[in-house]
């Protein structure tokens, strides 16, 4: 069973320029949740899609950040313009449901950005 | 809020030493708990879950038991391999929401020959 992919691993960008991220996530598996690591850190989550729904986008930096999953397959997250304090692992994961017995979150490699 | 407090790293051993990598956590109810590794280069992999009070998770020689009275999931391993080098999360899962987990700031453990 092929696992979380994510693109691409690694992202070097000047700060105000814009970056986006994929996310494949495993077949089948209806959530998916994109969570920011800085260095140091645990992750913290940024977004939660239940298909193409969002349905926790609390600690998402709306005014930079964006996500989309539009096809409730893979999905996209995008900052534009990018500040220094993004520099972090952006990490994709995906989980069959919510439910509890469901709710085993699978994660990907995640994508390295540096914001020079 | 919810939220969870791991041991600084690093943690340094030398192989077949034993490991405990202590983690607590603030939450109301009963939270489902986790710990999860980081491998170089890798992503997070479920190592262990516990979804109720003295439950005792357990995967490839490491175990935690979720002890509600003094709020703590401690990760422990009786012999310790170079292999087992790597970063731990400590993580819960509240009630209601939508499964969204909390995590540590992790603890790197670092195994020499």
């Known amino acids: 069973e092929a696992g979380v992919a994510q693109s691409p691993r690694y992202k070097i960008i000047e700060k105000r320029q814009s970056v986006a991220f994929w996310c494949n996530p495993i077949s089948g598996h209806a959530t998916l949740y994109w969570y920011q690591q800085i260095l140091g850190q645990g992750p913290k989550l940024l977004i939660q899609?239940?298909?193409?729904?969002?349905?926790?986008d609390s600690q998402l930096p709306k005014d930079r950040f964006s996500a989309e999953r539009l096809k409730g397959v893979d999905s996209t997250l995008k900052i534009q313009p990018a500040k220094l304090e993004d520099s972090a692992v952006y990490l994709c994961a995906s989980s069959f449901g919510q439910a509890l017995a469901k709710n085993i979150q699978y994660f990907g490699a995640g994508t390295r950005l540096s914001v020079l | 809020g919810n939220s969870v407090t791991q041991m600084e790293g690093p943690v340094t051993l030398s192989e077949e030493a034993f490991l405990t990598i202590n983690c607590t956590y603030t939450?109301?109810?009963?939270?489902?708990l986790f710990w999860y590794v980081q491998y170089p280069g890798e992503g997070l992999q479920l190592l262990l879950k516990?979804?109720?009070?003295?439950d005792k998770g357990s995967n490839k020689g490491f175990e935690a038991t979720y002890r509600k009275e003094t709020t703590s999931f401690h990760l422990e391993k009786g012999s310790v391999q170079v292999s087992d080098s790597a970063v731990y999360f400590c993580?819960?899962?509240?009630?209601?929401?939508?499964?969204?987990?909390?995590f540590g700031a992790g603890t790197r453990l670092a195994v020499h020959p």
């Open positions: 939450a109301t109810g009963y939270p489902s």
């Open positions: 993580a819960l899962r509240g009630l209601g929401g939508y499964n969204k987990l909390i």
């Open positions: 899609f239940q298909n193409n729904g969002v349905v926790d």
């Open positions: 516990a979804t109720k009070a003295d």
